[in-house]
């Protein structure tokens, strides 16, 4: 088994095309070889106007995002649903962010094709109902479409009316 594992411009161009077609606007790109692996590293690829409904892990899984390219906000929320922190990541931005663990957050993409390298404490868990912000709607609503351009204009990106 080789020593390096490379990834190139034409998986990070994959995973673009991947967010692009799909109808949720994001796409991710797993590097570790297993759900269960003690370390997950991903790229995720957002397009303007997906909805990562605002959600937690619990307070020992941190998150760590590094910008490769693209703009992108980290939005971390209080109990009430109000907007505590705002971070931008990626050109002329902040470079990488990481979030604790235990704060509401959602991630909102500034530009076409943003794509971040995510680094967190595996093994993969998926999401239970308890970990969406009870104050959040669910993705593919209109209340959730509106939350994606409101948190766009709080990081400065001004989007299409309708989207």
Avoid: C
Wanted: net charge negative; glycine share 6%; hydrophobic share 50%.
């Amino acid at each position: 088994m080789p020593a390096l594992k490379v990834f190139d411009a034409a998986a990070l161009a994959d995973t673009q095309a991947a967010a692009a077609g799909s109808p949720r606007r994001r796409a991710n790109l797993n590097l570790h070889p297993t759900l269960a692996d003690p370390v997950q590293r991903l790229l995720n690829v957002f397009q303007p106007g997906t909805y990562i409904r605002p959600h937690r892990h619990e307070a020992s899984r941190f998150e760590l995002f590094l910008a490769v390219a693209g703009r992108a906000a980290i939005v971390t929320f209080d109990e009430a649903g109000d907007v505590a922190e705002t971070a931008v990541i990626g050109s002329a931005a902040a470079w990488a962010v990481e979030l604790a663990g235990g704060a509401w957050h959602t991630v909102v993409s500034l530009a076409d094709d943003t794509a971040l390298f995510e680094v967190k404490p595996g093994p993969y868990r998926p999401l239970a109902k308890s970990d969406f912000a009870p104050w959040s709607p669910p993705e593919g609503t209109a209340a959730a479409a509106d939350l994606v351009r409101r948190w766009e204009a709080l990081a400065g990106v001004a989007t299409a009316p309708g989207r």
